[in-house]
């Protein structure tokens, strides 16, 4: 609920506040259209193309604003309150772009929960005993798990997996992997893994290694 | 290469296979007898349980428990299709130290049947068959070569300790190497798909008659010949041996109760970090010379170890060049160069932030370099004890062809034990002494050695060779006692682990074996 409130105050008060500052126009219109547009990209795609995007519609506003400027129109002159107008304009949009990520990141942060150090270290263990023969650095045996939770499925396009593992859509979560890890050839008929079955909390373990990316 | 391998499942096998040597097993050991045995014997077969690549339900043959200390999963500790572990193999090479064929009876561990003069030959031609240049094996040479300094070798300035080299081969998949060749061996058949269940001797039972072979398909085969040789690994061949048990209860070749036995391992347990001072020589560093395609670890001589009283021992030098978490982030970090301000890499790259100095290290390090670390961590590894209660065992389990499976009951010794303590004593007061770093011990007491062992897949000792039947399984030429034509190769027939990586000295014993048959004309 908190959550919720504050980020409808992110999205809607600094364009608000601009237009409460500059009165409306045609210029303040079009920095809340950035805004809107930064803020879809901050949600559906990387952050990154937030960022690149408010950058790009922030120096197009200025181009605009710098064609305007005609001799003889005041309005267009760059007096100190009219750059001290622009600053708060530009901080507006950069300010943004950082509500945005934050915003993001608590969104998608909370899913996982901090790592538990001493599941991860049980599941260090279990990985040299279990995995790392075939799956361990510079080996041509088996797929890396660098980054496996999330990965999509049979994605390596150099490892030729079983035909079960590349009928699979989807990516990899804590549930199939764990499916897989509890029995492999159920999970995966035919499946090259060689591994004798985990129990349940061997597999949360070592996913629990996996994710955390040691 | 595949259609001159005969795949077992298909029609081309029928229900008998007559041979003049049969070698059961196409891994490091057995690759090795049939190229050397093929072009002057006739009608040799090669038999092996798996395919060209990993199959599971192959591989599930060597489903077993771990019944002792906490040991690498069975299942894929060995590979199990043409090529055997040579497929993962690492490529680590070294010959046993003169000690390690010496008995050392303080420490309960018995003599090879012969010393390293007789084992010098084939060992130079098993290194030349692995591309080693045999005078690498002196440490200054080798580095002298890669431009290091080496007066910075520990050797001169301490007394008893010793820089010993492995060399890392580049020739270990012999698949892909000899895989060619064996297909075009005109005296050689070579069976996929095929594993041995049984091996039947004949009422005497001084002779293996026959063996018992089949598919996962469901086909059985019997396989004649003159000569069987058993060159599947330490687990595998004493399984054999021992589930092999219709005429003697406990088994072939087991009259004394040594098959199964003296499982061993090169173990290593990690403790103890060393802040290295600046004289800390840079060549100790393990992913410097790792990244110059050699290792080097400190050692003990022969000398300081009888005296010592003591197993093989060595220590590497991990260095830590970064905060914890910082490593990985960086490569995530690497990962997603395309996506810089994912919120997750944003965390990622405070992590970097917040230890710059470390990730210049790591930099560094990636690039070849081998700048001072924050501090290494010790990694202690031994020669395992040859330990009688270390052992295979047969499980009331059975595996897709029926045969009981092999569980592993994995034990250290109290030899062990000080050998991981004396070790680590003597190589903190040494460099203590030398002024080369400081230390931060971290007491190896034997409950924190069992928690923390760490098997390194060389599975050796459990069909041991001796010189008199009462003391070992096989003769010092391999063949299993009061069993005329029964022989095993691999490192089950080392009666020590030795300072040695075991594959150059499997196939240093494999050359030697070969040499023993074909003059024996065994195979006639």
């Given at each position: 609920m908190v959550r919720i409130a504050y980020m409808a105050a992110a999205i809607t008060i600094p364009p608000l506040a601009s237009i409460a500052w500059r009165g409306f126009s045609l210029l303040n219109a079009f920095v809340a259209l950035i805004w809107l547009a930064a803020l879809l990209a901050f949600f559906f795609f990387a952050v990154a193309y937030g960022i690149l995007l408010h950058g790009l519609a922030t120096l197009f506003a200025f181009v605009i604003i710098l064609r305007h400027r005609r001799p003889g129109n005041e309005d267009h002159k760059f007096t100190p309150r009219r750059l001290i107008d622009y600053a708060i304009g530009l901080y507006l949009i950069l300010s943004t772009s950082l509500t945005g990520s934050l915003l993001w990141y608590g969104i998608n942060a909370p899913n996982g929960e901090p790592a538990d150090?001493?599941?991860?270290?049980?599941?260090?263990k279990i990985f040299v005993t279990s995995c790392h023969a075939c799956h361990g650095t510079n080996n041509e045996l088996a797929p890396s798990l660098d980054g496996i939770v999330g990965k999509e499925v049979a994605a390596n396009p150099s490892f030729d997996y079983s035909a079960a593992l590349r009928g699979k859509e989807g990516v990899w979560t804590e549930n199939t992997l764990s499916r897989f890890l509890l029995a492999p050839d159920q999970f995966s008929p035919g499946t090259k893994m060689a591994i004798s079955p985990l129990t349940a909390d061997e597999a949360r373990d070592v996913i629990a290694f996996l994710r955390s990316g040691r | 290469m595949?259609?001159?391998?005969?795949?077992?499942?298909?029609?081309?096998?029928?229900?008998s296979i007559n041979a003049s040597v049969c070698i059961i097993g196409a891994g490091a050991a057995g690759i090795t007898l049939a190229r050397e045995l093929a072009p002057s014997v006739a009608d040799v077969v090669l038999v092996e349980s798996g395919g060209l690549s990993l199959d599971g339900p192959t591989q599930a043959l060597y489903s077993g428990q771990n019944l002792g200390l906490k040991y690498h999963d069975l299942l894929s500790s060995r590979l199990r299709y043409f090529g055997g572990t040579t497929n993962h193999w690492g490529g680590y090479c070294r010959y046993n130290d003169p000690i390690d064929y010496r008995g050392r009876p303080k420490l309960d561990v018995p003599r090879w049947p012969f010393d390293e003069t007789v084992l010098a030959p084939f060992i130079t031609r098993a290194a030349a068959q692995l591309g080693l240049e045999f005078a690498y094996f002196d440490p200054a040479t080798r580095l002298s070569k890669l431009g290091e300094d080496t007066d910075a070798l520990i050797d001169d300035a301490s007394t008893g300790l010793m820089t010993k080299i492995f060399q890392i081969s580049s020739k270990t998949r012999f698949a892909k190497i000899y895989g060619n060749e064996l297909a075009r061996l005109h005296n050689l058949r070579t069976y996929l798909n095929l594993s041995v269940?049984?091996?039947?001797?004949?009422?005497?039972?001084?002779?293996?008659?026959?063996?018992?072979?089949?598919?996962?398909?469901?086909?059985?085969?019997?396989i004649t010949a003159n000569t069987f040789v058993l060159a599947c690994h330490a687990i595998e061949n004493a399984r054999l041996l021992l589930a092999s048990n219709s005429q003697s209860p406990t088994g072939i070749g087991n009259r004394y109760d040594h098959v199964g036995r003296y499982f061993m391992d090169h173990v290593h347990v990690s403790g103890t970090k060393m802040i290295p001072s600046s004289s800390f020589p840079s060549l100790y560093n393990f992913y410097y010379l790792q990244s110059l395609g050699v290792n080097a670890n400190i050692s003990f001589t022969d000398p300081a170890l009888q005296e010592m009283g003591i197993l093989q021992y060595y220590c590497r030098f991990l260095p830590v060049y970064a905060d914890e978490g910082v490593k990985p982030a960086m490569r995530r970090l690497q990962g997603k160069l395309w996506e810089p301000f994912d919120p997750e890499s944003l965390d990622d790259l405070a992590m970097v932030l917040s230890d710059l100095p470390g990730a210049t290290r790591l930099a560094r390090s990636a690039a070849g370099g081998a700048p001072k670390p924050q501090y290494f961590n010790l990694q202690h590894r031994i020669e395992q004890a040859p330990n009688p209660e270390s052992r295979i065992l047969l499980s009331a389990k059975r595996d897709a062809l029926g045969n009981r499976q092999a569980d592993l009951m994995w034990r250290l010794n109290d030899v062990d034990y000080r050998t991981f303590r004396l070790g680590q004593q003597k190589i903190v007061a040494e460099l203590s002494a030398l002024g080369l770093g400081r230390f931060m011990v971290e007491e190896l007491h034997d409950d924190y050695i069992d928690e923390h062992a760490i098997g390194h897949y060389h599975h050796i000792g459990t069909t041991r060779m001796a010189a008199r039947a009462e003391d070992g399984v096989v003769d010092p030429n391999c063949r299993v006692f009061n069993v005329d034509n029964l022989y095993v190769a691999g490192s089950s027939t080392f009666p020590t682990a030795g300072y040695s990586g075991p594959t150059m000295m499997i196939i240093a014993l494999a050359l030697r074996l070969a040499d023993h048959l074909k003059q024996s004309k065994a195979g006639n």
């Open positions: 150090n001493a599941a991860v270290e049980r599941g260090s | 595949t259609n001159t391998f005969i795949d077992a499942k298909t029609d081309l096998v029928g229900e269940t049984d091996i039947q001797l004949s009422e005497s039972g001084r002779n293996v008659t026959a063996v018992t072979a089949r598919t996962l398909t469901g086909k059985t085969v019997k």
